[in-house]
């Protein structure tokens, strides 16, 4: 079931990118990352890169996790304890949807995560992943 849902969101976003068609401000979003240079949406990249610790950001947010959670269908908590709502689309559905605040949060949370910026296949792969959740 979990690999025909994914099958699903991922042969729409690949119909929507590659042949314009509108099919919601988050598949416009993932266009603008396909026009930037993203490749087809791979959500197990994404998985990967919101389970990741990585050693190259700030030593108080190794990961997407220390704030987040583990599940990205349960709320999470910033480091001063603001909450933060779920990163899955099924439970936040506008989530992805305002271009402005993907740039913003991408930006900041990948330079904090990372180290650096993400590039526009690792936002399509995060975006997807979120997608299937």
């Known amino acids: 079931m979990k690999n025909a849902k994914l099958f699903l969101i991922t042969a729409s976003i690949i119909l ?28 197990a990249n994404g998985e990967k890169m919101f389970n990741t610790n990585y050693a190259t950001g700030k030593p108080d947010t190794p990961g ?12 999470g908590e910033t480091r001063t304890g603001k909450p933060i709502d779920p990163m899955a689309v099924s439970i936040t559905p506008d989530r992805y949807t ?3 605040k993907v740039d913003k949060w991408f930006l900041r949370n990948c330079q904090g995560v990372i180290g650096r910026e993400c590039t526009a296949q690792e936002k399509v792969d995060f975006i997807s992943f979120m997608m299937t959740q």
């Open 64 to 75: 997407c996790t220390t704030c987040h959670g583990k599940d990205p269908r349960r709320g």
């Open 16 to 43: 929507a990118v590659t042949t314009g068609a509108e099919a919601g401000p988050r598949e416009n979003i993932i266009a603008a990352f396909t026009a930037q240079g993203a490749g087809a949406p791979n959500p």
């Open 98 to 100: 305002d271009p402005e």
